[in-house]
C-alpha cells in the first residue's frame, strides 16, 4: 500500500482561494486561513448587493417619475392610478428615462392618466 500525498489538492485549492483573494490588502490575500474568512466574507456582500441594487434603482426610479409628475401638477401616486385605469403598460425604469431625457413624451402619457382620473 502505499499512501496518498494531497499536496498538490491542496495546492491547488489554496491557488485558487489566493485567485479569488487577489487584490485585498494585506494578510487578507497572503494567509489562507484569514482569505478563507475574507473571501467568504465577500460573498456574502456580493449576495446581499445584488439584492439590494434591485430596490436601490426602483426607489430612484420612483424619485425620477415623481419629480416629473409635479412639475405636471399631479402626484405619483395618481399618475399610477391613473395609468391603471387608462391600461397603459409601462415599467418605472422606462417611465423615469422619459421623465429624464424626453419630458415631452412623458407629458404626453400625464395627459392621458389624467383623463382617467
Known amino acids: 500500500m502505499t499512501r496518498v500525498k494531497r499536496g498538490v489538492a491542496t495546492k491547488k485549492r489554496h491557488n ?7 487584490g485585498y490588502s ?6 489562507i486561513k484569514w482569505a478563507k474568512n475574507f473571501v467568504a466574507k465577500a460573498g456574502q456582500n456580493s449576495y446581499r448587493g445584488r439584492k439590494l441594487k434591485k430596490r436601490q434603482f426602483r426607489s430612484l426610479w420612483i424619485t425620477r417619475i415623481n419629480a416629473g409628475c409635479r412639475a405636471e401638477g399631479i402626484s405619483y401616486s395618481r399618475l ?3 395609468l391603471l385605469k387608462a391600461k397603459i403598460a409601462i415599467d ?7 421623465a429624464t431625457s ?4 412623458f407629458s404626453q ?6 383623463a382617467e382620473l
Do not use: C
Not at 485558487?16 to 487577489?22: F, I, N, Q, V
Open 16 to 22: 485558487k482561494l489566493r485567485g479569488l483573494a487577489k
Open 26 to 31: 494585506k494578510v487578507a490575500t497572503s494567509r
Open 80 to 82: 399610477i392610478a391613473g
Open 92 to 98: 418605472r425604469k422606462i417611465l423615469s428615462e422619459l
Open 102 to 105: 424626453n419630458p415631452e413624451v
Open 109 to 114: 402619457i400625464v395627459a392621458k392618466a389624467k
